[in-house]
């Protein structure tokens, strides 16, 4: 078996060198020890975005008749155009949603890249895509959704949420016998993330905003309201942590309402999702079992390198009749959702769920669970401390890793000087946000090694002046 196995890398199998490209061995290898070496190595916390003047003038012409060969290309992106992008996965890195994916899901990325397969259909990508289903089906146990359950990975959960609606809208479409008169309307709140905005635009739907309660929450009784008064309300999006403060609608309610109108619920779980697997939390997300449709995203809260979303189905049937697509060259092969491409709107992908199955094999799902339960933890202590600051004023209590947070008496102005300054420094990555129309800031935490008191400390200096 051993033998067999080196049999495959053994020379005796080695491609020879192209006709057109010679063996590149020297582009192979420059490419292949920068991967390895940027795997295992820490970030550089000041690399930054430049101007495109900038980066001509150092850059200069790349793509030339002849070739730069491999010394000069690598050397160009290694020296000018990586530094000149933001480490993710800084642990001080806390803006928007960063990332914090494992050595291992990174190394992966970089098999899945070599082995080049067509993750499409089952056909040409079986072992892949069963893999992927594993991974798949350890999310669906922990929404508890049947086994019939399905779904595929797809760039993110801007693709996710897209993919999602199209399903729901075509379920409406079949339950009230076409296009309504005044067209498909999608419900949700005003927290919604700005993709499913987008994604209503792109389907040719008209968004209702449904007022959420005094905490923020969209509400059973308020979607029910809503949708009494619109028969043309196919969809209703409720948050599994709202991006910009963590808000977890109240998906049970939700569901409730929805369902007795006949109405698709999808949760956009694309930030907060990863958190079904922290014991601690979970009560929150009750009533995710009977929603219609979930995405998260691996690449935000579950240790995977971009891109990659999980988008699954509680009842892949309508999704499958919403987004086959038929060719003749393609009508030769078996249909169904065993074809990730017959699940959302794509049809050529890239195995992105490998790098998250891989992880999740190496390291087993309770480390996943107790590193999700770090970062709530790393949260819930940066919010007490900001509380006990006399400077500072906690503006909500984190239900999940977003803390928000304001420093009185500073405008939007001050903050974004104060994060300007710190993030050129190295220091820290922590933007400015609105909290009911007002400037504060926020920390997102998703990277088990980020330390609260270092947060803390450097959170500190909010207390001076602001800088000029
Ligand atoms: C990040 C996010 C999205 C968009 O996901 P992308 O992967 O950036 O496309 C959608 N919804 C929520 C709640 C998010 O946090």
Known sequence: MDNEHENVTSSARRRPPSKVWGDESDAVSAALEWAATRTVSASDPKTTARTPEELAADVGDVITPEGLGATEAMRIFSEI??????AQDDPLNLAYIPAAPTRAAVAFDEVVAS??????????????????????????????????????????GTAGNLSALAAAREAGRARLGGRPDG??????????????????RLLDMDVVSVPVDADDHLTGPAVAAALDADPNI????????????GIIDDLAGIAEAAHDHGVWVHVDGAYGGAALCAPSVRDRFHGIEQVDSFTVDPHKWLFAP????????????????THSQHAAYLDSTERGKQNPADLAAHLTRRTRGLPFWFS???????????AVE???????????????????????????????????????????????????????????????????LRLAFVNPETEADQVLAILQTLADDPPR
């Open 183 to 200: 067209g498909f309307k999608l419900a949700c709140s005003a927290t919604a993330h700005s993709s499913v905005a987008s994604s209503a």
């Open 306 to 321: 971009y891109d990659c979303c999980a988008l699954l189905y509680r009842d892949p049937t309508r999704a499958l009749a």
């Open 360 to 370: 999740l094999a190496v390291h087993g799902t309770d480390k996943y669970s107790r």
């Open 374 to 440: 770090m970062c709530l933890a790393t949260a819930r202590e940066v919010a007490d401390g900001i509380d006990r600051a006399e400077h500072l004023r906690l503006l909500r209590t984190p239900e999940l890793s977003v803390v928000v947070f304001d420093r009185p008496g500073w405008s939007w102005d001050d903050y974004s000087a104060w994060s300007h300054r710190l993030a050129v420094d190295g220091v820290i990555l922590c933007t400015p946000t609105r909290h009911h129309g007002d400037p504060a």
């Open 81 to 86: 155009l990586a530094p000149a992008t933001r």
């Open 234 to 245: 196919v969809a209703v999006v409720a948050s599994a942590g709202s991006t910009n403060a």
């Open 115 to 156: 082995a080049n397969i067509f993750g499409g259909l089952w056909e040409s990508g079986a072992g892949a895509i069963f893999a992927e289903n594993q991974a798949l089906a350890w999310l669906v146990g922990l929404l508890g959704w049947p086994a019939e359950a399905g779904g595929c990975f797809v760039s993110g």
